[in-house]
């Protein structure tokens, strides 16, 4: 026997398989990723205003035709109520956490089957993906929260030392995001149609989250039917919306027990999303 032959006898043979089960989710590979997390995030903003007329502007006329649409209908005809704050401002800081949430939500579905290309090519950490499409929402979050700030001193209304809170908040609303967006890519990798049902969720979404109106009225209907107004909060927008008013306005008593529940809801789905995400991952490639 030549000495090659020898030597290959010698080395032991490694089985390649699929993991099977509920795959870990070796979070240490993101950190090692972390600087092509950087570029999926900057390339995602440079697409999004690339050859548009209006670039930027685009993340404020959103949120701010929304306003104007809610301060008309709901505020100036039904009469919904606004914590005694001028509607617009009302709304407004109800819509910039709620349009990131669903901006985040929306691409970050979408994530996945978008890179398809890539992800057959060569291999990555596959959640860098939906990460960087949510993370990617902070620079509108950043230019819409100029606007806001604008608005507030245009009615006189000043932010209070609750302020402090507010980037808890925008933390539970990147896990609201992060955590259904990716259930959602990983669904959608594998039925298609779940773009067609993304933006009715949204919709849907919206309308049991109190952007429009306060939580209160929720709350109180809930305490007539001797049921605890935590149980609203297991909508973790809930809780991030009420808890984004009473941090920057000063709005209320802080949202105690409604705002605990939201944290958790929002941290279960998030690791739930992710190990759910590890777990089809291994069939991405194939399908996507």
């Known amino acids: 026997m030549s000495s090659v032959a020898r030597a290959s006898a010698e080395l032991p043979t490694i089985t390649i398989k699929p993991s099977s089960g509920w795959a870990a989710l070796r979070l240490g590979d993101l950190w090692e990723y972390r600087e092509l997390l950087y570029f999926f995030v900057w390339r995602d903003v440079k697409i999004r205003y690339k050859q548009t007329l209006l670039g930027a502007a685009w993340a404020i006329l959103q949120p701010l035709t929304t306003m104007l649409v809610f301060t008309i209908f709901f505020g100036r005809l039904a009469h919904v109520g606004s914590d005694g704050l001028p509607y617009p401002v009302f709304s407004f800081a109800g819509l910039l956490p709620w349009t990131f949430f669903a901006d985040g939500l929306n691409k970050g579905s979408a994530s996945m089957v978008g890179d398809a ?25 950043a230019i819409t929260f100029v606007v806001l700030l604008v608005l507030m001193v245009f009615y006189g209304v000043w932010p209070t030392a609750t302020i402090v809170f507010l980037p808890l908040m925008l933390l539970i609303a990147v896990g609201s995001a ?20 993304v933006p009715f969720f ?67 789905m998030l690791i739930a999303g992710a190990f759910y995400f590890r777990r089809m991952e291994r069939t991405f490639a194939d399908v996507v």
Request: hydrophobic content about 55%; charged content about 10%; proline content about 7%.
């Open 117 to 141: 290309a890539l992800i057959r090519k060569i291999y990555f950490p596959r959640l860098l993906l939906p990460i960087s499409s949510v993370l990617g929402g902070l620079v509108d979050f």
């Open 202 to 268: 949204i919709q849907i979404w919206l309308f049991v989250t109190p952007v429009i109106y306060p939580a209160t009225k929720v709350t109180r209907w809930l305490a007539a039917h001797r049921l605890p107004g935590w149980l609203y909060g297991l909508n973790p927008m809930t809780g991030v919306v009420e808890g984004f008013r009473w941090a920057l306005l000063g709005t209320g008593t802080a949202p105690g027990p409604v705002l605990a529940a939201s944290a958790a809801m929002s941290l279960a």
């Open 178 to 197: 992060l955590g259904v967006g990716m259930w959602l890519s990983a669904l959608n990798v594998q039925y298609r149609d779940i773009r067609f049902i």
